[in-house]
């Protein structure tokens, strides 16, 4: 019940649509989470995408020119976060534009089954805006999100574009590491 409440006050805050609330909401859902535990809290068109119990859990692969992270909810709904280039964790924070005719680089993906009998799916790409990482450090992990979506069938067609906000929390990440050290990849980054 407790974690209900928590989650329904994280998503009131996230409402207010100030930078502030959602950092605010995102620490709530943080005190909520266990370790390789994720909330994404988006809405596409207005409307949220994940259900409010969905948790998730994943994966970051870090390289000195690539993240890739995938967070899979109990529901089969499935996030993927690309964020690429040369040192993408040295600035502070970390902010890649998302273009639907740039660099694939850095992307975002999000998904879910809307019909598991005939597994029928639900899925969207950002097609244009940006993704933050408000916090980046071993222990804790906040991006931002904000653009426009195009479902996949509909990706290259910008009239078909909605808008999309949200953010994703996720606690302790499960991490693998290529060609770079931890310290490396987190020392640069900011922490909250």
Not at 81 to 91: F, Q, T, V
Not at 121 to 143: L, N, P, Q, R, S
Not at 172 to 190: D, H, R, Y
Request: aromatic share 10%.
């Amino acid at each position: 019940m407790t974690r209900c409440l928590l989650l329904f006050l994280a998503l009131f805050v996230f409402n207010c649509n100030s930078k502030d609330s959602s950092d605010q909401a995102a620490d709530v859902l943080f005190q909520t989470l266990k370790e390789n535990e994720a909330k994404i809290v988006v809405t596409i068109g207005g409307k949220e995408f994940y259900p409010k119990e969905s948790t998730f859990s994943g994966q970051a692969l870090i390289s000195d020119n690539m993240m890739n992270l995938t967070l899979t909810d109990q529901f089969e709904g499935k996030t993927i976060i690309n964020l690429g280039g040369e040192k993408w964790y040295a600035a502070q924070p970390i902010t890649k534009a998302i273009t639907a005719n740039g660099s694939v680089e850095t992307s975002i993906k999000m998904g879910k089954i809307i019909n598991k009998a005939q597994m029928i799916g639900e899925g969207y790409m950002m097609a244009e805006g940006e993704i933050t990482a408000t916090t980046f450090t071993k222990d804790k992990m906040v991006f931002r999100i904000k653009g426009k979506v195009g479902k996949y069938s509909d990706f290259q067609q910008p009239d078909k574009y909605i808008p999309a906000e949200g953010f994703i929390v996720y606690k302790k990440p499960a991490v693998s590491l290529g060609n770079i050290t931890e310290k490396e990849v987190f020392s640069s980054s900011i922490s909250n």
